[in-house]
């Protein structure tokens, strides 16, 4: 057929038949998925959880079905025993009597009553519950056939609870709770040797391992690296005591999970005991490991911070200056990353706490915004020192195991948080300065220290032999097996500082490790001195002219000694 020519009227007639055949083909497919109408039904009233009051009915420990009365039917009177807990008790009580009747048999019915129009289930003809509409509009579904499949329920669970009250069924399981005490009795036998075997092994580990804090100070090779040996020697005694210490309350917890595991498989397996298992589980003891599990993740996370810290060794790749300042930036960067991981973890218990005593989370934590906003308004102060402490250890203005001057404070730094800097000065004495109050600090043994020296000498001495003597014992010193490690440039000798009446005041700078100028310094001083003596040089004293303006009378400063009295004339010297 050609475009444009008319389409015969056989070929319209096949092309009609051929599309009404495929829409009758296809008419029961589609009305076949076609939505069904659904039969109309009761609307019940929907119910919210202020309007209903529920609670568990249980039969030996088991939850069967729940039942529901009014809000409004409650009672006010705190000491006075609820109409849902009456009920909850009375249906138990029946529950329990009708299934320790294993004698008789064991038929449960339900029938609509005339009187109420409501179902009463009924268990060898004796009166058990009345399923009321609230009970039924819980489930959503009308009394009369929540009521059929309540009779079920009911009927599965007398026949379980009754099954288990056979004697044969108590010996089988009087036999599996002897098996699980004689497991529980091995498996905390095993775990209190375990524990013994780690103590003496402690033990040994105290007596082998080297303590580099006595290392001898006359050795070049150890003695350059001391502070970042201390430091290390720090990590890894953390390292020990913490793990220790994980595994100590790792043991004992797992004593209690085994006890508690037992003891809770062996009340489940008798009817009479079984309702015991929810205080096993009761939210004391949830309380109670919740804290017991904090308490191990705070301890694992810092072993796993000082582990981590621990293998961040660059001494091979680095300079002993470097390495000895990066050990000691991780020491105190290590400390502040376990306190704000332990207080991650106890945010997290807190709020796990919370909702196991079944306070809302998401209201509290939004009116603690509300508090922390006023909170944070009322400790402006506490902020800056989190800020600033902050910026300390970012910038490394000083770490711990540095010798600072804040003020007129000074002393080694112990320790460093967020809020607090403390320092131990030289009586021995620990201060603690916020960080916010440090604007300006003084680090002396960051990177390098230096002695500076100022020694007057008299102005009747040689100046520039006093120099070359000054030079002499400072190469001296530099050179000394015992001291050229702690050295870290030859003395630097300026010369002439100043003139006064004290003498000619000559200055002189020795460029040292860390924390050594003061040890340096000392023994610089008494080499000095004694080749001061050798040479004769004399040390300054200072020196006072008087001048007085007019006469004086010289008998005013001249001292006679009295004379004695002349004896009188005799008389016949008298003429």
Not at 232 to 259: C, E, G, P, Y
Request: with cysteine.
């Amino acid at each position: 057929m050609r475009a444009g020519f008319p389409v015969p009227k056989a070929s319209r007639r096949f092309i009609l038949t051929l599309v009404l055949s495929f829409l009758l083909i296809l008419t029961p497919t589609v009305l076949a998925q076609s939505p069904i109408l659904p039969t109309p039904k009761i609307e019940l009233p929907q119910l919210s959880n202020t309007d209903v009051r529920t609670a568990p009915v249980r039969l030996d420990g088991r939850e069967l079905f729940r039942v529901a009365v009014a809000a409004n039917s409650e009672s006010d009177q705190p000491n006075q025993t609820s109409a849902l807990d009456l009920r909850v008790q009375g249906i138990e009580t029946n529950l329990r009597r009708f299934a320790n009747q294993s004698s008789s048999g064991l038929e449960v019915t339900s029938a609509i009553d005339s009187s109420s129009n409501l179902p009463i289930i009924r268990v060898n003809g004796q009166y058990l519950m009345t399923v009321t509409t609230l009970d039924a509009q819980l489930q959503g579904q009308e009394p009369a056939v929540y009521a059929q499949e309540l009779t079920r329920v009911i009927r599965d669970g007398l026949a379980t609870a009754r099954q288990e009250r056979q004697p044969d069924n108590l010996a089988a399981q009087s036999g599996k709770a002897i098996a699980i005490l004689g497991g529980m009795f091995a498996l905390s036998w095993i775990v209190s040797r375990v524990q013994c075997f780690l103590r003496k092994r402690q033990k040994r580990s105290q007596t082998k391992d080297p303590n580099f804090s006595e290392l001898p100070p006359n050795v070049p090779e150890e003695a350059s690296s001391r502070t970042e040996l201390i430091v290390k020697q720090q990590l890894a005694n953390r390292q020990q005591r913490t793990m220790r210490d994980v595994q100590r309350r790792s043991l004992q917890l797992v004593q209690l999970l085994i006890w508690a595991a037992g003891g809770f498989i062996i009340l489940g397996l008798f009817p009479q005991t079984r309702s015991l298992q929810p205080f096993v589980l009761s939210t004391p003891l949830k309380v109670l490991g919740v804290i017991v599990s904090t308490y191990l993740l705070s301890r694992l996370s810092d072993l796993l911070i000082d582990r981590i810290f621990g293998a961040l060794d660059i001494s091979q790749q680095s300079t002993p200056d470097v390495s000895q300042r990066v050990a000691l930036r991780f020491s105190t960067f290590s400390r502040v990353i376990k306190g704000l991981v332990t207080l991650a973890w106890i945010s997290v218990a807190l709020i796990t706490i919370l909702s196991l005593l079944g306070i809302e989370i998401l209201p509290l934590l939004a009116g603690a915004g509300i508090i922390g906003i006023g909170i944070s308004l009322a400790s402006q102060n506490l902020i800056k020192d989190v800020i600033n402490g902050f910026l300390i250890l970012f910038e490394d203005q000083y770490a711990v195991g540095d010798v600072i001057q804040v003020g007129t404070v000074s002393g080694l730094v112990e320790s460093i948080s967020l809020r607090i800097t403390q320092i131990r000065n030289s009586e021995g004495r620990l201060i603690t300065i916020p960080n916010s109050s440090i604007t300006i600090v003084e680090n002396l043994s960051k990177d390098w220290s230096r002695v500076d020296l100022a020694i007057a000498i008299s102005y009747d001495a040689d100046v520039d032999q006093a120099i070359h003597l000054i030079e002499k014992v400072g190469e001296e010193l530099s050179h000394d097996p015992d001291w050229e490690s702690k050295i870290l440039e030859s003395p630097d000798v300026l010369g002439v500082e100043n003139l006064s009446n004290e003498g000619v005041t000559l200055r002189i700078w020795i460029k040292t490790q860390p924390l050594q100028q003061w040890h340096v310094g000392r023994e610089f001083r008494k080499r000095l001195k004694n080749a001061l003596d050798v040479e004769g040089i004399q040390i300054g004293i200072p020196l006072q002219s008087f001048s007085v303006r007019g006469a004086i009378d010289d008998e005013v400063f001249d001292h006679h000694e009295p004379q004695p009295p002349k004896p009188p004339a005799s008389p016949k010297n008298i003429r």
